[in-house]
């Protein structure tokens, strides 16, 4: 079982929808999560980190860990055309990140 | 200036090549690392650099060489590679070294756009 899991889509949504990315991951020890974007042809970017549970907001990016069925969110209101990407949970590792494998996210104008 | 700077965006070679890839930063971080990527898959971390000094290797094949001449710069030294090592190889730096058990900002990567290679 991988350590963190993600569903590859692609998710296909019009703008102006509310976006709704899930990772699930395997060890109830880890506390730390990141959502990394990756625009096409890109480096990945980090969006926002989570600790532990409950939920963290960032204009139209909000975040939630949920401890108990070992599932992360991504939540993105009024989703824009520029939103497009793939989007990685990630947790740190010792000395380096470790990603789930991405979800791509299409939003159609 | 928060960028990791790439060169170059794009190379080809032959399996018999000598090439090398380029790796620049200026925001004073001490760790550099080397990440590749395959098409629809996540970064793989393959070497990391802590204050110049290799930290991690994560049992990358001899034919990928890294090399940190100093504290803003980082090579991967490539040479007789093989086609499916056609990939994108991403650089990123942070300020320090993440640890296992909390993330902390510092702990922030910062990614460089990459380097495509495509090995004929």
């Not at chain 1, 096409?40 to 980090?46: A, C, D, N």
């Not at chain 1, 980190?49 to 960032?58: A, F, L, R, V």
């Not at chain 2, 930063?25 to 802590?50: C, D, I, N, T």
């Not at chain 2, 001449?69 to 991403?90: I, M």
Request: charged share 20%; net charge positive.
């Amino acid at each position: 079982q991988k350590e963190v899991e993600q569903d590859p889509g692609p998710l296909s949504v019009p703008e102006g929808a509310i976006v709704s990315l899930n990772c699930t991951y395997s060890n109830s020890a880890f506390q730390y999560f990141m959502w990394y974007r990756q625009y096409s042809r890109k480096g990945p970017e980090l969006l926002m980190y989570t600790y532990s549970s409950g939920n963290k907001e960032d204009g139209r990016f909000t975040a939630q860990v949920d401890k108990s069925s070992k599932y992360i969110s991504l939540f993105i209101r009024d989703s824009q055309p520029s939103d497009s990407a793939t989007y990685l949970c990630a947790r740190p590792g010792f000395q380096k990140l470790v990603f789930g494998t991405g979800t791509r996210l299409l939003v159609s104008p | 200036d928060t960028e990791v700077t790439q060169t170059p965006k794009h190379l080809v070679m032959g399996m018999t090549n000598k090439k090398s890839l380029k790796c620049e930063q200026h925001m004073g971080h001490r760790a550099m690392y080397w990440y590749k990527q395959k098409a629809k898959k996540p970064p793989e971390l393959m070497f990391v650099y802590s204050y110049e000094k290799l930290s991690i290797n994560e049992s990358v094949p001899s034919r990928f060489s890294p090399e940190c001449p100093n504290s803003s710069l980082l090579n991967l030294h490539l040479h007789a590679l093989q086609p499916e090592d056609s990939a994108l190889y991403l650089c990123a730096s942070s300020q320090d070294l993440s640890s296992r058990e909390r993330y902390r900002e510092n702990e922030k990567l910062f990614f460089g756009s990459g380097t495509q290679l495509s090995v004929l």
